[in-house]
């Protein structure tokens, strides 16, 4: 699993490259909490290159929304692949991110 | 059919992984579906590692692959504490962000993705065994 950030005005956008699964969700809750701490409010996780999520990773996603909500900041998901989506819909999270196509959309 | 054994610890999913992929790969089972298996088998196989044993040894889990025409019967077993994955509650899924719990999701995406699904306690051991409809498009 690769995190790549960088920032662009006021959002700071994260790049997911890899398998968000058990062994790798801890590092991206390495990287994301200590950035919402420090006063994020924009984020936007690029889901181009993510091959794999599962419960392990949509528990970081949800946890830091959390957060973020009590900063009133916003997590956006952009580029999710059709399959990676599905997930979101049965867990019922599509209506908890701001889902979009592309980086640019936010 | 294809067995498969691994060790109780989570490093152990990437061996699962590769084998569920190999497996698919040989039988032109789609992406999709491929996803969906090693989704399940990451969330039943955490699920054992995670909350199964209560002592510090290496305990065996086996798992079973084998596909008849488009179904394919998966069994799971483990020798840690007895565990029914069909009686977990199903989360609250309509809740917001401030309500939604963390956790609780790995057994609804199972659920979710499979057919059918029967549990056994046998001889000390967990057994699960659950079928899915392998659509060759997918």
Redesign the interface.
Same mark, same amino acid.
């Given at each position: 699993m690769e995190i790549a950030k960088r920032k662009q005005d006021d959002k700071l956008i994260i790049s997911l490259n890899g398998r968000l699964?058990?062994?790798t969700a801890g590092s991206l809750e390495q990287e994301l909490v200590p950035l919402i701490k420090a006063g994020e409010t924009k984020i936007v996780l690029d889901m181009d290159m993510l091959e794999?999520i599962?419960?392990?990773g +949509?528990?970081v996603l +949800?946890?830091c929304?959390?957060m973020l909500?009590k900063q009133e900041g916003t997590m956006t998901l952009a580029r999710m692949k059709?399959?990676i989506k599905e997930?979101f819909d049965?867990?019922?999270f599509t209506p908890?991110f701001e889902i979009v196509d592309s980086v640019e959309d936010v | 059919m294809i067995k498969i054994k691994i060790k109780n610890n989570l490093e152990e999913l990437n061996k699962l992984t590769n084998i569920i992929e190999g497996f698919c790969a040989e039988n032109d089972i789609g992406m999709k579906i491929t996803f969906q298996l090693n989704l399940i088998f990451e969330e039943i196989i955490t699920n054992i590692v995670s909350y199964g044993y209560n002592d510090k040894s290496s305990h065996d889990i086996m798992v079973e692959l084998d596909l008849k025409d488009d179904l394919l019967t998966c069994v799971i077993s483990d020798d840690g504490i007895s565990f029914d994955p069909l009686i977990v509650e199903k989360p609250k899924l309509d809740e917001g962000v401030e309500e939604r719990k963390i956790g609780g999701l790995g057994i609804h995406f199972v659920k979710s993705m499979i057919n059918d699904i029967s549990y056994k306690r046998n001889n000390g051991k967990n057994i699960l065994k659950f079928t899915k409809k392998i659509n060759p498009e997918a």
């Open positions: 699964d058990a062994n794999y599962s419960s392990a +949509l528990r +949800l946890m929304m959390k909500r059709d399959f997930v049965i867990a019922g908890i | -």
